[in-house]
């Protein structure tokens, strides 16, 4: 007999059954021994069990109430009033720092041919986080460290430059093949922000560029 307990705090125990009435002899090799030999009498089986087949069913039916108890200690633990999670807190506050960067990645349009628009949030951050250092170079130390603090705590925000007034911006790539058959790459289509995302840019709160994963994108904490 063992007992797992799962990730989400439940418990299965692993026992061996035994249904007479529908005919159906548990796997355990002690239990079929001790039955071999013994005749169904009428509807209500009745079967005279060995000492040692006893000893495995008590056994299994201490583990599985105690199995039974420690589920329900770990559900009082993660629920101590009763209530469902849910219910007690909104879930924004609920959202880990990983399911918040683990995969969002519909939507978006790569920038270049050399782009991968399926990228998640938590690799593009990795990819192009030496970018949004440099682009606060000129800014006091508080304000990277707030971008930093927004990174770990997951509140850094992804959008499409597209979608945000003000940004302005729509970058145009231009692929062109050279003399000896080489391909290069131009972009163009910069437009100065105005607005709120212009006041957000130069204060250092936000950040706005190009990449070639996601094309024009809005960086913000």
Do not use: C
């Amino acid at each position: 007999m063992s007992s797992i307990i799962a990730a989400n705090g439940s418990v299965t125990a692993n026992t061996n059954s035994l249904s007479l009435g529908s005919n159906v002899v548990s796997s355990n090799p002690m239990l079929v021994d001790s039955l071999a030999n013994k005749t169904v009498v009428d509807p209500v089986d009745v079967v005279d069990l060995s000492d040692r087949a006893k000893q495995v069913l008590a056994r299994a039916n201490t583990e599985q109430a105690a199995a039974d108890k420690l589920t329900d200690f770990l559900r009082s633990l993660k629920d101590p009033d009763g209530t469902s999670a849910s219910s007690r807190h909104s879930s924004k506050e609920q959202v880990s720092l990983f399911e918040k960067l683990k995969g969002q990645t519909t939507g978006w349009t790569a920038g270049s041919k050399a782009g991968d628009a399926s990228i998640s949030d938590a690799d593009f951050i990795t990819k192009y986080r030496d970018a949004f250092e440099a682009a606060l170079q000129d800014f006091p130390a508080d304000k990277r460290a707030e971008m930093e603090a927004a990174i770990s705590n997951g509140t850094l925000q992804i959008q499409k430059g597209s979608d945000i007034d003000g940004y302005n911006t729509k970058t145009t790539v231009t692929y062109n093949v050279g003399p000896g058959g080489g391909q290069g790459m131009s972009t163009s289509g910069y437009r100065a922000p105005t607005g709120a995302t212009k006041e957000a840019i130069e204060s250092g709160n936000a950040i706005s560029l190009w990449t070639e994963d996601r094309g024009d994108v809005f960086v913000t904490w």
